[in-house]
């Protein structure tokens, strides 16, 4: 099977779609003969056994059309669009990429198009920039799905939409993986590395400090567990250490340094004690920061919410512990359930990591795309 995958950003760029996308066709090269075809200009880092092929451009309109050419002289099986609004275009904007996939099918009409959502449009209702943008990025989502012969979305509630609008072509939710590795390093070691003292309690917070993360509540959840006499600190991995300073306020956070390299996020990950997953829309099987989590055995607390899945529901209790979104208390009061019970943390923490190695990790996530292909 040869397979054609289009995306605008691959490693070393700091650009979560396309580490997902790197990972996810090394994997599929085990299976497929794989192509990535991105734009021109950056420099990339070379994927195992998948050839990278440069060759159009989102700074323009139009620049997407340059794929055609080299998909139309190689005629692969299928084309997989990697989709988000915002990679094609400024501010969702891309009045060519459907055009464009629609005169692909029509000059290959034996190769077939897939598209994987990682994001359908912005919630028009969030503020009047939103607004604007959905007018175009509803339609535009819309072609796509009629344009394609499969479909696959992130997250099951966005999955369930999609089936509503595409009736004629089959719609799969497919999860996210951890964009991360996993550094084998046992907790002293990795606490020591960061002189973390033993009676700290290290509750980590991995990724950017956008407006969907909840970071005052990551603040209000610490404040309840020093005013309960627990010594707990955060444990920060990202780029944004000054608004997660700023958020936290009188509580100094344990690390905060900006990006950092795959092998150290792991290390740091292994010197926490709990995670918090504190989304506004709740936890869900397209947040590769919550996959890190729980492919490293960390005791997680999510917020539930609209875009939570059910297989996440099914596993509260079990593989990580929720509370809904806006209930801040509940939040807290399963934080310190975690803190206070290590037994309890050690069971859920290991519940996590089945959970993530049966389901999310990328052997599973790639086997679940071949069966969907060899289905349609």
């Known amino acids: 099977m040869t397979i054609d995958v289009i995306n605008t950003a691959l490693p070393p760029q700091f650009d979560a779609i396309g580490h997902y996308t790197a990972l996810f066709c090394e994997e599929l090269a085990h299976s497929a003969e794989v192509r ?39 005629q692969p099986d299928w084309v997989l669009l990697q989709y988000n609004p915002f990679l094609y275009g400024k501010r969702g904007y891309a009045p060519q990429l459907v055009p464009t996939l629609r005169e692909l099918k029509r000059r290959c ?23 604007v943008m959905a007018t175009w990025q509803v339609p535009q989502y819309w072609n796509l799905g009629h344009t394609a012969d499969l479909f696959f979305v992130s997250i099951q509630h966005w999955a369930d939409h999609a089936r509503g609008w595409f009736k004629k072509i089959p719609v799969h939710h497919l999860p996210v993986a ?44 610490l404040r309840d567990a020093r005013q309960s006499g627990i010594n707990a600190r955060l444990l920060y991995i990202g780029p944004d250490g000054a608004a ?22 792991s290390r740091r990950f292994s010197a926490m004690d709990v995670y918090l997953a504190a989304f506004v829309d709740g936890v869900s099987t397209r947040r590769t920061s919550l996959m890190t989590s729980l492919q ?6 999510g917020t539930d919410g609209i875009n939570t899945d059910t297989l996440f529901r099914e596993a509260n209790g079990e593989a990580l512990l929720l509370a809904p979104v806006g209930d801040d208390a509940a939040f807290a009061t399963q934080t310190l359930k975690l803190i206070r019970d290590p037994e309890l943390r050690q069971r859920i923490g290991a519940s996590g990591k089945r959970l993530y190695d049966t389901r999310f990790d990328w052997k599973p996530v790639v086997q679940s795309f071949l069966v969907a292909l060899g289905e349609a």
């Open 244 to 265: 997660v300073r700023e958020a936290l306020g009188e509580l100094e956070p344990l690390c905060s340094e900006g990006p950092l390299p795959a092998e150290e996020v």
């Open 178 to 221: 951890s964009t991360m590795p996993h550094v084998a390093i046992e907790r002293p070691e990795a606490r020591q590395r960061l002189a973390i003292p033993e009676d700290t309690v290290a509750v980590g917070f991995f990724g950017t400090a956008h407006i969907s993360r909840l970071l005052p509540l990551v603040a209000s959840t």
């Open 36 to 74: 990535l075809l991105v734009p021109t200009g950056p420099t990339y880092d070379p994927i195992t056994a998948v050839p990278i092929l440069p060759c159009f451009s989102v700074d323009t309109p139009d620049g997407i059309r340059a794929v055609l050419e080299p998909i139309v002289a190689r």
């Open 109 to 131: 009409p034996k190769t077939r198009l897939a598209v994987m959502t990682h994001e359908n449009f912005v919630p028009c209702w969030v503020n009047w920039r939103f607004t």
């Open 296 to 301: 490293h055995g960390i005791a997680t607390v």
